[in-house]
Nanobody, 119 residues
Framework: QVRLVESGGGLVQAGGSLRLSCAAS????????MGWYRQAPGKERDMVAT???????SYADSVKGRFTISRDNAKKQVYLQMNSLKPEDTAVYYC?????????????WGQGTQVTVSS
């Protein structure tokens, strides 16, 4: 099992910045692709930024140029630096990761962290 714990959410004014962190722990041999998703009230969960195929990154069009995803493989952590925040960025942000237990790759979600951007 893998546990993903997010931190860094909160309330910020439009134009401000936040940095989200996600730490992976548990029983696994390796962590694969990690990323961030978000879900606003009444909407589906959407991809925000992810690592794909190792070091390549992918961003939602709405956050390109404002958000940056990074990771520390040694610490098994992934980060999301969010700048120039807008009210429409308000959502619960979830960490996602693939982990290998020696037999198979499985996908895991964190519990989410609330980000609220006031206008």
């Amino acid at each position: 099992q893998v546990r993903l714990v997010e931190s860094g959410g909160g309330l910020v004014q439009a134009g401000g910045s936040l940095r989200l962190s996600c730490a992976a722990s548990g029983s696994f041999l390796s962590i694969g692709d990690m990323g961030w998703y978000r879900q606003a009230p009444g909407k589906e969960r959407d991809m925000v930024a992810t690592f794909t195929g190792g070091s390549s990154t992918s961003y939602a069009d709405s956050v390109k140029g404002r958000f940056t995803i990074s990771r520390d493989n040694a610490k098994k952590q992934v980060y999301l630096q969010m700048n120039s925040l807008k009210p429409e960025d308000t959502a619960v942000y979830y960490c996602n990761a693939y982990a290998y237990d020696g037999y198979k790759w499985s996908n895991y979600w964190g519990q989410g962290t609330q980000v609220t951007v006031s206008s």
